[in-house]
Structures are given as C-alpha cells and as structure tokens.
C-alpha cells in the first residue's frame, strides 16, 4: 500500500488549504481513511477518519472547520481545512486500513506526511 499526500503549505491564520491522498495497492474492501498531525515534541494526533460506508469522526478541535472526503474513483481522500489556527501548524499524515469489528478501524498504512504551517 502507498499513500502519498500533497496540498501542504504555508497559510495565513483564517486561510484555507486542501489537502489530497492518493492511495494504491490496497485490496481490502471498504478502507478506512484518515488524517493525524504532528506538531513538534507531541504525539502524533487524529485529525478526521471515514469509514468505508462513509462515516466520518472528527476531533473536536476541528468540526465545524475541516472535512473529510473521498473520491473512490480516483483512489483520493482529502481533507479540506478553512479557518485554520496557528495550532493547526503540523506534519499531516494521511492512513488507511481495516475495520474491525471488535476494535474499530485499525490503521495500518501512513504516507510520508505534508507539511503545513499557519503563520
């Protein structure tokens, strides 16, 4: 499986930016996609997932300001954030992986990370 994100950069506080994630290689059905971040010195946080029937889960933090959506023909998930925060400043990994019954989505598989910087 390869993800490779892209759509980071630097954004003036209030600005907007979209991130994408193409994945391939994935032979699951229905993959879960994610984004996490990670600011400097903390562990790396859940951002917004969706499920493989189109639920979607969101830290508090954002709602209301970013969405996670997926196009399956084009094998991309996004993440579209607007009213960025100087917190928001991070590295942005997209995922993906199974869901199980039992545990949930399990993320199995993180693309490189891109970053973005709100200044």
């Known amino acids: 499986v390869q993800l490779v994100e892209s759509g980071g950069g630097s954004v003036q506080a209030e600005g907007s930016l979209r991130l994408s994630c193409v994945a391939s290689?994935?032979?699951?059905?229905?993959?879960?996609m994610g984004w996490f971040r990670q600011q400097p010195g903390k562990e790396r946080e859940l951002v917004a997932t969706m499920e493989g029937y189109g639920r979607t889960l969101y830290v508090d933090s954002v709602k209301g300001r970013f969405t996670i959506s997926r196009d399956n023909a084009k094998n991309t998930v996004y993440l579209q954030m607007t009213s960025l925060k100087s917190e928001g400043t991070a590295l942005y990994y997209c995922?993906?992986?199974?869901?199980?019954?039992?545990?949930?989505?399990?993320?199995?598989?993180w693309g490189q990370g891109t970053q973005v910087t709100v200044s």
């Open positions: 995922t993906t992986g199974q869901y199980w019954l039992t545990e949930g989505p399990v993320f199995e598989y």
């Open positions: 290689g994935i032979t699951y059905k229905g993959p879960c």
